[in-house]
Nanobody, 124 residues
Framework: QVQLVESGGGLVQAGESLRLSCAAS????????IAWYRQAPGKQRELVAA???????NYADSVKGRFTISRDNDKNTMYLQMNNLKPEDTAIYYC??????????????????WGQGTLVTVSS
C-alpha cells in the first residue's frame, strides 16, 4: 500500500520561507507525476505545482518564481520550497503522486495517492 505523509507546515510571517516534505512509503512500479495542491478556507482545492516523468513542471501563476517542487528519489521524498510567503498562501497543503503499482495478478494499475495535508499559515 502506497502512503504519503506530509510535514513542515507551520506559522510564519510574510516574506519568510518554509519547506514542506512529503515522505512516500510502499512499493511502486513507477512514478508518473508528483504535485502539491492547496485548499484555503472557503475555497476549492487548487494545483500549486506539478512535475512529470519527462521532467516538465508547471506552477500556479500566483506562486511562480517563489515556489519550487522537487523530489529526492534516494529518500523517497518530495518537497515544496516556498519562499517570500504571502498571507494569501495560507492553506492546507496536500501532496499527490500518480503512480503505477503492480497488482497481485502481476498486472499494472494507475493510482493517485494523497497525503493527509499540512497547514501553512502566513501572518501579515
Amino acid at each position: 500500500q502506497v502512503q504519503l505523509v506530509e510535514s513542515g507546515g507551520g506559522l510564519v510571517q510574510a516574506g519568510e520561507s518554509l519547506r514542506l516534505s512529503c515522505a512516500a512509503s510502499g512499493t511502486v512500479f513507477s512514478i508518473h507525476t508528483i504535485a502539491w495542491y492547496r485548499q484555503a478556507p472557503g475555497k476549492q482545492r487548487e494545483l500549486v505545482a506539478a512535475a512529470r516523468l519527462d521532467g516538465s513542471t508547471n506552477y500556479a501563476d500566483s506562486v511562480k518564481g517563489r515556489f519550487t517542487i522537487s523530489r529526492d528519489n534516494d529518500k523517497n521524498t518530495m518537497y515544496l520550497q516556498m519562499n517570500n510567503l504571502k498571507p494569501e498562501d495560507t492553506a492546507i497543503y496536500y501532496c499527490n503522486e500518480g503512480v503505477i503499482v503492480t497488482t497481485r495478478s502481476s498486472s499494472h494499475r494507475y493510482l493517485e495517492v494523497w497525503g493527509q495535508g499540512t497547514l501553512v499559515t502566513v501572518s501579515s
